[in-house]
């Protein structure tokens, strides 16, 4: 029997490598290149005990499709009783969010996940790894081990999630087993949405933190706050193999016209938009509005020895890079978190007249599957924001393209939706440069995101790229206006409506646009659309703006009918309790308090007609049914809520019990009381 100390390695490594031999399948030992860019990746990354020695997994190797997609396997071996997993942090993080090195240090399955997070960070062909675990000990009078294999992808957030605990599923001759095991790994709609929130939370507090610095101890104006954070996140992401993240060290404080710090800014941004292939006027145009607060003598200049831009990058290094890594924040309004911490204190210049509110994410979902958003979606918004439609839009749109079963068909159609399936106008500078930072960490998909007035200066057409001054197809519409322009906001909609054939809209505006406060655009919209839904909404911009609103739904290019009834839904009570606290965290100012996510999917199957799952909306009381005219005038919900005033027996009980309870205590009084 073994000591109980003793490890024995070396021994289970060669008994893994001779499971591989035998059934004829192909490996690399932790000395043998299994690819130079894999090899590299390991490398560059941080080492198991977060050092810069680099990664060596002790066997890697391939295993391969049918359809010849290639998944990279990396396997860490242990030798002693307790060295397999630590299950309760699967995901080697520590509770405040940074890397846990010790339990990817100790334990095999951790190790295994650390190369090959690795990989998918530092590695433009891989973002599907595989990772094993392998254990071995002696235990009395028999040798006992331990293997689990995992899937770590960029779309499951990097998860991992455990495929089996049969090492026989790395043998060729297993490898379709296998590769059917990952198809059905993808993470749950519910799965996805828990580590959005965690992810959300985590990064708003930091932001809070930041914004506190900025304001209390580096006395840094609002109006430059959104481009120096922005800024920042492009120098610190980096562009892998081709720029490296600036480090905080690059800044030296030093005042020479190129060489002071606002200068190393300004040229890691400028190589950072140019490898990410962002057409030259854009590039322009978004270099020369961060020099305004990079090229500020005030914050380049150090003091004592460091800079303002130095103090604050510090913090955005450790507090926030990390946690909008782009090859795992896939499907986070980043940018839209960040905007509304940064001004969510103060009063944002002009903010009246332009009618700065961004959408909740659960809101920018609900729409975009309320305009059934899938893979061949073609979908705009003229008043983009932070592009938070368009984040929720390529959120459906990649998930529909993973159906496909072909890799290279695909890929294609990926790289076709983020550069070519989507759309968006900003007016605002500022804000315009969070939406590029937002489809930048989507997987770029920026090219067609456009600085305009989209009513003065966007004719429909793509602006960038090969399809340069083509019509724009657009099949879907999504919009939250500014409610300040004609009809309030409803003018957006006749153009963006005016240049489609077909498709859906939804339309998030102030509720009384439909009663009449939109025309005459509501009017002429029903010439050409049809109107299918008005939806009622709970008060989901509490504390940041006191307007009632409501979600209008319209079938393009079918003239509405008059006889055609249209859905009205009173969504007033959306399952989430609101508060308005504003130093709190959106998990506390909005919470699940009453299964939310069941209700707005039963809005989607009511809206959809499909067969509800859930029933909290009841016909007849939260869900009418009624015609409209064609005056435009008449699409709010009140104005359809049947009031019944006929008398029930319940009623007459009600009253006579009340009758007989006023009569019995006027006797115990003594009053007098006629009949």
Same mark, same amino acid.
Request: proline share 3%; glycine share 8%.
């Given at each position: 029997?073994?000591?109980?100390?003793?490890?024995?390695?070396?021994?289970?490594?060669?008994?893994?490598?001779?499971?591989?031999?035998?059934?004829?399948?192909?490996?690399?030992?932790?000395?043998?290149?299994?690819?130079?860019?894999?090899?590299?990746?390991?490398?560059?990354?941080?080492?198991?005990?977060?050092?810069?020695?680099?990664?060596?997994?002790?066997?890697?190797?391939?295993?391969?499709?049918?359809?010849?997609?290639?998944?990279?396997?990396?396997?860490?071996?242990?030798?002693?009783?307790?060295?397999?997993?630590?299950?309760?942090?699967?995901?080697?993080?520590?509770?405040?969010?940074?890397?846990?090195?010790?339990?990817?240090?100790?334990?095999?399955?951790?190790?295994?996940?650390?190369?090959?997070?690795?990989?998918?960070?530092?590695?433009?062909?891989?973002?599907?790894?595989?990772?094993?675990?392998?254990?071995?000990?002696?235990?009395?009078?028999?040798?006992?081990?331990?293997?689990?294999?995992?899937?770590?992808?960029?779309?499951?957030?990097?998860?991992?999630?455990?495929?089996?605990?049969?090492?026989?599923?790395?043998?060729?001759?297993?490898?379709?087993?296998?590769?059917?095991?990952?198809?059905?790994?993808?993470?749950?709609?519910?799965?996805?949405?828990?580590?959005?929130?965690?992810?959300?939370?985590?990064?708003?507090?930091?932001?809070?933190?930041?914004?506190?610095?900025?304001?209390?101890?580096?006395?840094?104006?609002?109006?430059?706050?959104?481009?120096?954070?922005?800024?920042? /996140?492009?120098? +610190?992401?980096?562009?892998?193999?081709?720029?490296? &993240?600036?480090? =905080? !060290? #690059? @800044?030296?404080?030093? *005042?020479?016209?190129?060489?002071?710090?606002?200068?190393?800014?300004?040229?890691?941004?400028?190589?950072?938009?140019?490898?990410?292939?962002?057409?030259?006027?854009?590039?322009?145009?978004?270099?020369?509005?961060?020099?305004?607060?990079?090229?500020?003598?005030?914050?380049?200049?150090?003091?004592?020895?460091?800079?303002?831009?130095?103090?604050?990058?510090?913090?955005?290094?450790?507090?926030?890079?990390?946690?909008?890594?782009?090859?795992?924040?896939?499907?986070?309004?980043?940018?839209?978190?960040?905007?509304?911490?940064?001004?969510?204190?103060?009063? /944002?210049?002009? +903010?009246?007249?332009?009618?700065?509110?961004?959408? &909740?994410?659960? =809101? !920018? #979902? @609900?729409?975009?599957? *309320?305009?059934?958003?899938?893979?061949?979606?073609?979908?705009?918004?003229?008043?983009?924001?932070?592009?938070?439609?368009?984040?929720?839009?390529?959120?459906?749109?990649?998930?529909?393209?993973?159906?496909?079963?072909?890799?290279?068909?695909?890929?294609?159609?990926?790289?076709?939706?983020?550069?070519?399936?989507?759309?968006?106008?900003?007016?605002?500078?500022?804000?315009?440069?969070?939406?590029?930072?937002?489809?930048?960490?989507?997987?770029?998909?920026?090219?067609?995101?456009?600085?305009?007035?989209?009513?003065?200066?966007?004719?429909?057409?793509?602006?960038?790229?090969?399809?340069?001054?083509?019509?724009?197809?657009?099949?879907?519409?999504?919009?939250?206006?500014?409610?300040?322009?004609?009809?309030?906001?409803?003018?957006?909609?006749?153009?963006?409506?005016?240049?489609?054939?077909?498709?859906?809209?939804?339309?998030?505006?102030?509720?009384?646009?439909?009663?009449?406060?939109?025309?005459?655009?509501?009017?002429?919209?029903?010439?050409?659309?049809?109107?299918?839904?008005?939806?009622?909404?709970?008060?989901?911009?509490?504390?940041?703006?006191?307007?009632?609103?409501?979600?209008?739904?319209?079938?393009?290019?079918?003239?509405?009918?008059?006889?055609?009834?249209?859905?009205?839904?009173?969504?007033?009570?959306?399952?989430?309790?609101?508060?308005?606290?504003?130093?709190?965290?959106?998990?506390?100012?909005?919470?699940?308090?009453?299964?939310?996510?069941?209700?707005?999917?039963?809005?989607?199957?009511?809206?959809?007609?499909?067969?509800?799952?859930?029933?909290?909306?009841?016909?007849?009381?939260?869900?009418?049914?009624?015609?409209?005219?064609?005056?435009?005038?008449?699409?709010?919900?009140?104005?359809?809520?049947?009031?019944?005033?006929?008398?029930?027996?319940?009623?007459?009980?009600?009253?006579?019990?009340?009758?007989?309870?006023?009569?019995?205590?006027?006797?115990?009084?003594?009053?007098?009381?006629?009949?």
């Amino acid at each position: 029997m073994a000591k109980k100390n003793r490890s024995i390695e070396e021994q289970i490594e060669d008994y893994a490598k001779s499971l591989f031999k035998k059934n004829n399948t192909k490996f690399f030992t932790k000395t043998e290149s299994i690819n130079q860019e894999i090899e590299d990746a390991l490398k560059n990354a941080l080492s198991k005990s977060g050092g810069n020695g680099g990664n060596a997994p002790d066997i890697k190797l391939f295993v391969e499709s049918a359809s010849l997609e290639r998944f990279p396997v990396m396997i860490e071996v242990k030798g002693k009783v307790g060295d397999f997993i630590k299950r309760d942090n699967i995901n080697n993080k520590k509770k405040d969010g940074s890397i846990d090195y010790k339990v990817i240090s100790k334990y095999a399955v951790n190790g295994a996940i650390h190369y090959s997070n690795a990989i998918i960070e530092q590695t433009v062909s891989y973002k599907n790894v595989i990772a094993v675990g392998i254990n071995g000990y002696d235990d009395i009078n028999e040798r006992k081990y331990e293997v689990e294999i995992y899937f770590i992808s960029k779309d499951n957030y990097c998860v991992p999630k455990l495929l089996s605990d049969d090492i026989s599923l790395l043998f060729k001759k297993n490898w379709d087993k296998l590769i059917q095991l990952i198809h059905e790994s993808t993470l749950t709609d519910d799965e996805r949405e828990k580590l959005a929130k965690e992810s959300e939370t985590l990064i708003e507090t930091n932001l809070k933190t930041l914004n506190q610095l900025m304001q209390d101890d580096l006395n840094i104006s609002v109006g430059s706050r959104v481009e120096l954070v922005t800024g920042m /996140i492009m120098a +610190g992401l980096g562009v892998a193999g081709k720029v490296a &993240p600036l480090d =905080v !060290t #690059d @800044l030296k404080g030093q *005042l020479g016209t190129k060489t002071h710090d606002g200068s190393v800014f300004i040229n890691k941004i400028s190589d950072f938009l140019t490898e990410k292939e962002l057409p030259e006027d854009k590039r322009n145009l978004i270099v020369n509005d961060l020099q305004r607060v990079f090229l500020n003598r005030g914050l380049y200049e150090p003091i004592n020895g460091e800079s303002k831009l130095r103090t604050l990058y510090a913090h955005v290094q450790n507090d926030v890079i990390p946690y909008i890594d782009p090859e795992k924040s896939t499907y986070l309004d980043f940018t839209g978190k960040l905007f509304n911490v940064l001004t969510d204190w103060v009063d /944002i210049p002009d +903010g009246g007249k332009n009618d700065v509110v961004l959408t &909740p994410r659960y =809101v !920018t #979902d @609900l729409m975009a599957k *309320l305009c059934m958003v899938n893979r061949n979606s073609y979908v705009w918004d003229l008043a983009a924001g932070t592009a938070g439609f368009l984040v929720s839009s390529m959120k459906l749109m990649l998930k529909d393209a993973d159906n496909i079963k072909n890799i290279d068909e695909r890929e294609a159609k990926k790289a076709s939706i983020r550069g070519a399936q989507i759309l968006g106008v900003e007016k605002r500078p500022d804000i315009y440069l969070l939406a590029v930072l937002n489809m930048i960490l989507m997987g770029d998909g920026s090219s067609n995101i456009l600085q305009a007035d989209s009513l003065k200066e966007f004719d429909g057409k793509y602006a960038q790229g090969i399809n340069k001054g083509k019509d724009y197809p657009a099949n879907v519409f999504l919009l939250n206006p500014p409610y300040s322009a004609e009809g309030k906001g409803f003018v957006f909609v006749k153009k963006a409506l005016s240049k489609m054939t077909h498709g859906k809209a939804a339309i998030l505006i102030q509720e009384n646009a439909g009663s009449g406060a939109g025309l005459p655009y509501t009017k002429e919209i029903l010439e050409n659309n049809t109107l299918i839904a008005s939806i009622h909404m709970a008060d989901i911009f509490k504390g940041k703006a006191g307007v009632q609103t409501a979600i209008y739904v319209i079938d393009i290019g079918i003239p509405h009918d008059q006889g055609k009834e249209v859905v009205f839904i009173d969504m007033s009570d959306d399952g989430y309790t609101r508060q308005n606290k504003k130093k709190a965290t959106s998990a506390t100012n909005l919470k699940n308090s009453g299964d939310a996510n069941g209700r707005y999917e039963e809005i989607i199957d009511i809206v959809l007609g499909r067969k509800k799952k859930t029933d909290y909306f009841k016909e007849g009381i939260q869900v009418i049914r009624d015609t409209v005219s064609l005056e435009g005038n008449d699409w709010m919900f009140i104005q359809h809520k049947r009031i019944d005033t006929m008398p029930t027996e319940a009623d007459f009980m009600r009253v006579v019990s009340n009758y007989l309870a006023w009569k019995a205590d006027a006797v115990l009084k003594g009053d007098a009381v006629d009949g």
